[in-house]
Nanobody, 125 residues
Framework: QVQLVESGGGLVQAGGSLRLSCAAS????????MGWFRQAPGKEREFLAA????????YYADSVKGRFTISRDNAKNMVSLQMNSLKPEDTAIYYC??????????????????WGQGTQVTVAS
């Protein structure tokens, strides 16, 4: 069982930056590949980024490539999402997710076994 807790969301002006963090409560954090998703009102949950078990490989959705960076610190059981050049359309609830097996360019939400509760990101125009 893995518990995930996101933090770092908030209100930011367009063009600004935020850094989201996700703390994992597990003694085997490096056994899990990690991902970030978001869900805007009335829309499906959208894949954003994924990082491999060691942190050596990453994937990004086209919508955030070049603006968002995913990273992990296995010593601290943390995964982060640095978000730059934010746009109003980035407004959503952001979730981190974990799974022992899933790591690829376009994972679906159902592929992941564990989810955090989400953190709200609002980008004002």
């Amino acid at each position: 069982q893995v518990q995930l807790v996101e933090s770092g969301g908030g209100l930011v002006q367009a063009g600004g930056s935020l850094r989201l963090s996700c703390a994992a409560s597990t003694g085997t954090f490096r056994s899990y590949a990690m991902g970030w998703f978001r869900q805007a009102p009335g829309k499906e949950r959208e894949f954003l980024a994924a990082v491999s078990w060691s942190g050596g490989s990453t994937y990004y959705a086209d919508s955030v490539k070049g603006r968002f960076t995913i990273s992990r610190d296995n010593a601290k059981n943390m995964v982060s999402l640095q978000m730059n050049s934010l746009k109003p359309e980035d407004t959503a609830i952001y979730y981190c997710a974990a799974d022992r097996e899933v790591f690829g360019p376009a994972p679906k939400p159902n592929d992941y076994d564990y989810w955090g509760q989400g953190t709200q990101v609002t980008v004002a125009s």
